[in-house]
Every structure is written in structure tokens, then in C-alpha cells.
């Protein structure tokens, strides 16, 4: 039976906060991010089966501190699952940007010096096949970024990399892919950490 494969964004960080697009940056999550992370891990439980998870990472510290609060033991940290590269774009609210780009959205227009929507899905895609072994024989755990688990959801249903727009992922959020009969499907998405008081 094929297994399951689970996104974990990461937790709350001060830019993800005010909209910033964060790529390469190394931005440490939040005190709001961190209980948002151990949140997460309890969430996984849940979601989960018994046996131990595959776990890959971006290398990023937001994600590799998620994954540390989360309870995950990280096998691979890897550039493949990275955030998205906005180029001269980093840093930069979609508001601030459209002030000299009207309408521009990651999804439907470049960032100059990044990558494009169809370079992502093409990183997506290579991970995708990459891990399609393990996924026969394990459930595996990719923690990442917001707008790379976007694609990453679109190519495993076969969409082009832009419709990732189509699909929420918030902070800690998590969200479960499978099939069902072969068939691609979305059994999970964008679910929230379960944080308690």
C-alpha cells in the first residue's frame, strides 16, 4: 500500500508575520512559531501511523527548528524542499512590490534574479520522483516552506507549479498526501496545529 506523505510548513517568523517574502533569508521562528511547532507535533501524532517516519528538511533554521520541536529526527537536509527564490524580491511585501509592478504575484510574474513559478515545480518535481521509493515502503515527513509546499501539493496532483495559488498552507500547517487507487489525492490540507489553552 502506498504511505502517505506529510508537509509541515514552518512556524510563525517575524516576516511570515508581516507578509515578507522570505526565501534564502535565515529568519528564527517566533516565540508564536515555537509553541506553534510543538503544536505541530502532536498534530502529526494524530494524523500519523505508528511506525517512524522518513523525515526530510529544507536547511533552513525555521524548518529545522520546527522539525526539533515537532518531535522529528531530520534523516536529510536538503535544497531541494528550500523556499521559493524571490531574487530582488526578498524581503519585500507583495504590496511594496506592486507599487512598481501593479498585480504582480509570485504565481503569475518573475522576480528578478529568483526563480520562476516553472523552475520551483521542476525542484518539486525531482524531489517528488526522488522519494517515490521510500513512499512504498514508509510514510515520509518533508518540513518546508509555505509557497515550495504549495507547488510541491499542485505537481504531486500533476498541475503546473502556478496552481499552487490554489492551495493555503499557513504557519505549522499540515497537510497529508496519498491516492487512492493510484489516483493523486489531497487527503489532508493546511491543518492547524492543535494548540491547547
Known amino acids: 500500500m502506498r504511505q502517505a506523505l506529510y508537509l509541515l510548513r514552518h ?3 517575524e516576516w511570515s508575520a508581516t507578509g515578507r517574502h522570505t526565501g534564502r533569508t535565515d529568519i528564527p521562528l517566533t516565540a508564536k512559531g515555537e509553541r506553534q511547532a510543538r503544536a505541530a507535533g502532536e498534530t502529526l501524532d494524530l494524523l500519523r501511523g505508528p ?3 522518513v523525515v526530510l528538511a529544507s536547511p533552513r533554521a525555521r ?3 520546527t522539525a526539533e520541536l515537532a518531535g522529528l529526527r531530520v534523516e536529510e537536509v536538503t ?3 528550500a523556499e521559493w527564490d524571490y531574487g530582488e524580491y526578498e524581503g519585500r511585501t507583495t504590496e511594496d512590490i506592486r507599487r512598481t509592478v501593479p498585480e504582480w504575484t509570485v504565481w503569475s510574474h ?3 534574479g529568483g526563480e520562476t513559478a516553472a523552475q520551483v515545480g521542476e525542484r518539486a518535481r525531482t524531489l517528488l520522483t526522488r522519494i517515490g521509493d521510500l513512499l512504498g515502503d514508509t510514510e515520509v515527513v518533508l518540513v518546508g516552506h ?3 509546499s504549495r507547488v510541491l501539493v499542485a505537481c504531486w496532483l500533476g498541475m503546473p ?3 499552487g495559488v490554489h492551495f ?3 504557519p505549522a500547517g499540515i497537510s497529508v498526501l496519498g491516492a487512492e487507487r493510484g489516483t493523486p489525492q489531497i487527503r489532508h490540507l493546511n491543518v492547524p496545529a492543535c494548540q491547547r489553552g
Request: charged letters at 20%.
Open 11 to 13: 512556524g510563525e517568523t
Open 79 to 81: 535544497e531541494e524542499l
Open 168 to 170: 493555503g498552507l499557513g
Open 51 to 53: 511506525a517512524a517516519p
Open 161 to 163: 507549479a502556478g496552481d
Open 63 to 65: 524548518a529545522l527548528r
Open 110 to 112: 518573475p522576480s528578478p
Open 146 to 148: 509555505g509557497h515550495f
